[in-house]
């Protein structure tokens, strides 16, 4: 049942419905006739149009009632793009430009009409061509130290924080669909999994037979369901990141609820590794890919201990949440110590949350039902089992073990040993 008023725009009618949003035509210049509209979306959930006018552009995001990637025997709700405009608005004050600008919001078409991002690119195509970013480690830090600790109870006293739970509540099938796809279905036989098949149809069994991975899945998922430490933005994998030479600006928001941070962290995490094990299946002669894979490992580094650093500072200095009250701390030097190696021991435990999610999140993306171009693409069917083997190999230690990796140093360590 789709609410009344509701249609899909299709690339036909969005300039149609553009005519008529305030500011619209202005930024665009001209008149309809003159915008061209081109439907880009390579996600797997929306419809996304890039619309260009003789002075401007804009870009326009729709939620079908349904998941793109399967169609409509798998009908999804709408509300998700009410979900993705306020999860912007409420990060924007505090991560500034690394979020598109919203221009508006049409609740009844439940359509976003945002900032078109260019010449920025999906940092996983570029990952996948081998382009370094320099600037990506410390601007990803940054959106995610400041997103999370503003959200977190932290920085907001409880009333507010408690009313933008309940907000967010409302996301609970986008939620939902995480529970099932990472946490659930790859460790099961389910008509949605897939994988390299035959190479990996033993591995996928095993994996089915290993309790003890199945458990560290369920202990994840638990967690996932039932630690509302801040404002995640839920879905923060390398396609959700677009990227020039020095801008790095973060899209898709559509999951964000109230969940453990290390899901968020584990997810950027997470998708860089795979990116490091998978450059083996893009190497050649012409594009051999050592030295690139050496700069995954130091950004994925750069990305923990920048976030690390951030969120420390943060909290040092803006800590106005209601958690842990200034008044037992002020003045008294033995305290202040006592509150410093409380926040160590915090992102220490924060870290080791992080390791495991971005386990689960390598995991999913070789056993579940969304797979990642930086494996896809590759074309000799032998060469991504191996990668994707390797994949596993770190995603089944930083479940079951996190703890074990001391510091982040440790998981380059590792990653370049599993190879
Ligand atoms: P989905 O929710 O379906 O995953 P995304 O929000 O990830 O959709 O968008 C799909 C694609 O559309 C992105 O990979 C990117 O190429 C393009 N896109 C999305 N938002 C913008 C934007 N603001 N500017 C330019 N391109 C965008
Ligand atoms: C059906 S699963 C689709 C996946 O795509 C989104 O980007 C999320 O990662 C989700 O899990
Ligand atoms: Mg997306
Ligand atoms: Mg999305
Ligand atoms: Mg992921």
Known sequence: EVPPGYEPLGEEKVAAFLAAVPGVPERLGGGP????????GDGNLNYVYLVDG????????????????????WPLGLQRAHFEQLATHVVAPHVGRAVPQILHYDPTLFAIVMEKLSPHIILRRGMVAGTRYPRLAAQIADYMANSLFHTSDLALPARRKKELM????GNWELCGLTEEVIFTQ????????RWTSPQLDATAARVRADTEWKLAAARLKLKFLASPEALLHGDLH?????????DTRVIDPEFAFFGPMGFDVGAMLGNLWINFFAQDGHATAESPRAEYQDWVLETAEAVWTGFRERFLALWRGGATGDAYPAAHFDGDPDAIRALEAERQAYMDRLFIDSLAFAGAKITRRILGIAHNIDLEWIADPDLRALCETRCLTLARRLMLEPGRFRGIADVSAACRSIR
């Open 238 to 246: 390398t396609g959700s990141v677009m990227v020039t030479a020095d």
């Open 166 to 169: 309940a907000e967010f509540c």
């Open 186 to 193: 790859p460790y099961m036989v389910h008509p949605h999994n």
């Open 33 to 40: 006739a003159d915008w061209s509209v081109r439907e880009v």
């Open 54 to 73: 003789p002075h401007g552009s804009v870009c326009v995001k729709q939620a079908l009632p349904y998941l793109r990637l399967v169609g409509e025997g």
